[in-house]
C-alpha cells in the first residue's frame, strides 16, 4: 500500500498570506494525485487531478504542482472561504490512498 | 446537473448488515467509475470500494474485503454498498463519489459526491 503522507498537520495563517501544504507519498506514483478541499459537515470537493490540473470551478489562486514522491497545493493569497482542510490523495495504484488531511486555520 | 442521493444508513448492531444506495441524477451511472469513501467521527478520508470499467470490476481496501460488496443497477441509475458483519469500527459517514470522466475507467478524482451518509455500529 501507498502510505500517503501531509504536512504540517495544522498550518495558521491571516487572510491575504501565501499558504503552502505539503504531501509526500510512499512511492513514485507520477503525477497521480488528487487534492480535496473539505469544509465542516460538507462533501469533499475535488480541487486538482494529475497533481496541477484545476478541476472546473477552483480559483486560480489555487495551484497544484510536483511529481515523483512530493507534491504542493499552494493557496496565492488566502480568502476566508479557503480555511478547510485540505486531503491529497494518489490513484496510481490500488488501495487509493489518503493522506490524513491538513487543517489550514485563521491565524 | 449531477446529483447524487445517498440512502440507508442509520444504527446497526455489531455483526449486523446494511446496505447503502448512492441514487444518480443527471448522468448516466454505468459510464463511470463509482466509489465509496468513509469518514470515521473526527478523522481523514478513507477510500473504500470502487466499481468501474464495462464489466464492473470491482476494488476494495484490505479492512472491508469479504465483508462490503459494491455493485450497480444501472436499469435505475443507482449504486449500492452492501455492508456485512458490521463493527464498532466501520462507524463512519459513507459518501459515495463519480469519477470525472465517462469513459468507465477514469479514477483520476472524484468529481461528484454524494451528501454523506451515517452509519453508527453499536449495541
Known amino acids: 500500500e501507498i502510505v500517503v503522507t501531509q504536512s504540517p498537520a495544522t498550518l495558521s495563517a491571516f487572510p491575504g498570506e501565501r499558504a503552502t501544504l505539503s504531501c509526500r507519498a510512499s512511492?513514485?506514483?507520477?503525477?497521480?494525485v488528487a487534492w480535496y478541499q473539505q469544509k465542516p459537515g460538507q462533501a469533499p470537493w475535488l480541487l486538482f487531478y494529475?497533481?496541477?490540473t484545476r478541476a472546473t470551478g477552483v480559483p486560480d489562486r489555487f495551484s497544484g504542482s510536483g511529481s515523483g514522491t512530493d507534491f504542493t497545493l499552494t493557496i496565492s493569497s488566502l480568502q476566508s472561504e479557503d480555511f478547510a482542510i485540505y486531503y491529497c490523495?494518489?490513484?496510481?495504484?490500488?488501495?487509493?490512498?489518503f493522506g490524513q488531511g491538513t487543517k489550514l486555520q485563521i491565524k | 446537473e449531477v446529483e447524487m442521493l445517498q440512502s440507508g444508513g442509520g444504527l446497526v448492531q455489531p455483526g449486523g448488515s446494511l446496505r447503502l444506495s448512492c441514487a444518480g441524477s443527471?448522468?448516466?451511472?454505468?459510464?463511470?467509475?463509482l466509489g465509496w469513501v468513509r469518514q470515521a467521527p473526527g478523522k481523514g478520508l478513507v477510500w473504500v470500494a470502487t466499481?468501474?470499467?464495462?464489466?464492473?470490476?470491482?476494488y476494495y481496501a484490505d479492512f472491508v474485503k469479504g465483508r462490503f460488496i459494491t455493485s450497480r443497477d444501472k436499469s435505475n441509475n443507482t449504486l449500492f454498498l452492501h455492508m456485512n458483519r458490521l463493527s464498532a469500527d466501520d462507524t463512519a459517514v459513507y459518501y459515495c463519489?463519480?469519477?470525472?470522466?465517462?469513459?468507465?475507467?477514469?479514477?483520476?478524482?472524484?468529481?461528484?459526491w454524494g451528501q454523506g451518509d451515517v452509519v453508527t455500529v453499536s449495541s
Open positions: 463519489a463519480k469519477g470525472r470522466l465517462g469513459n468507465y475507467n477514469d479514477v483520476s478524482g472524484w468529481l461528484d
Open positions: 443527471g448522468f448516466s451511472l454505468s459510464r463511470f467509475a
Open positions: 466499481v468501474s470499467g464495462r464489466e464492473d470490476d470491482t
Open positions: 512511492q513514485n506514483v507520477i503525477t497521480n
Open positions: 494529475g497533481a496541477s
Open positions: 490523495q494518489q490513484y496510481h495504484a490500488w488501495p487509493q490512498t
